[in-house]
Antibody, heavy 113, light 109 residues
Framework: EVQLVQSGAEVKKPGDSLKISCWASGYTFTDYWIGWVRQMPGKGLEWMGIIHPGDSDRRYSPSFQGRVTFSADKSINTAYLQWSSLEASDTGMYYC??????WGQGTLVTVSS | QTVVTQEPSLTVSPGGTVTLTCASSTGAVTSDYYPNWFQQKPGQAPRALIYSTRNKHPWTPARFSGSLLGGKAALTLSAVQPEDEADYYCLLYSDGFWVFGGGTKVTVL
């Protein structure tokens, strides 16, 4: 069974950096893309982009290009989403998802001074 | 960037049928857009229902079906159950990117 397990909720200040994780199990991690999705409070889903853990090929949605960075560690079957300088507008729930249809449970990121 | 449009809300009676649609600003939606559909209930992560237009995941109830209809992707819910009340999102592949629609809130009343 494919499972994606994300790291816990985070509370940060504007300007902070942050890296959240998505641990995958139940399949060969390097064979499939992992996608990242944002959901701002009370809003719809937004496709942020995808990473292929096998070769670290990344595709960013134009709306998120330059704002976030995807990475992956094949040795521990984990994908990451990171920010170098958070803004209040980054507050939201972040999900990882696989082509198999499995989604992580989400990581709530709150950015507030 | 491509804009994907869904009905903001639909209401259906228990046991009834409702069809949700998903349109692309670039033109008619075809199988080359690989339409996906997701269900999200309050406080829960989205759940994948349909991929590549009409393919179901092992957990997708038989009453959900995907298709292409009048230049749009469509999700039909048949014999609707109270537990089908949720937000539904489509996802299309276009010009090298994936784009979600704004979602349809389905009320079972």
């Amino acid at each position: 069974e494919v499972q994606l397990v994300q790291s816990g909720a985070e509370v940060k200040k504007p300007g902070d950096s942050l890296k959240i994780s998505c641990w995958a199990s139940g399949y060969t991690f390097t064979d499939y893309w992992i996608g990242w999705v944002r959901q701002m409070p009370g809003k719809g889903l937004e496709w942020m982009g995808i990473i292929h853990p096998g070769d670290s090929d990344r595709r960013y949605s134009p709306s998120f290009q330059g704002r976030v960075t995807f990475s992956a560690d094949k040795s521990i079957n984990t994908a990451y989403l990171q920010w170098s300088s958070l803004e209040a507008s980054d507050t939201g729930m972040y999900y990882c998802a696989s082509p198999s249809g499995s989604w992580g449970q989400g990581t709530l990121v709150t950015v507030s001074s | 960037q491509t804009v994907v449009t869904q009905e903001p809300s639909l209401t259906v009676s228990p046991g009834g049928t409702v069809t949700l649609t998903c349109a692309s600003s670039t033109g008619a939606v075809t199988s080359d857009y690989y339409p996906n559909w997701f269900q999200q209930k309050p406080g829960q992560a989205p759940r994948a229902l349909i991929y590549s237009t009409r393919n179901k995941h092992p957990w997708t109830p038989a009453r959900f079906s995907g298709s292409l209809l009048g230049g749009k992707a469509a999700l039909t819910l048949s014999a609707v159950q109270p537990e089908d009340e949720a937000d539904y999102y489509c996802l299309l592949y276009s010009d090298g990117f994936w784009v979600f629609g704004g979602g349809t809130k389905v009320t079972v009343l």
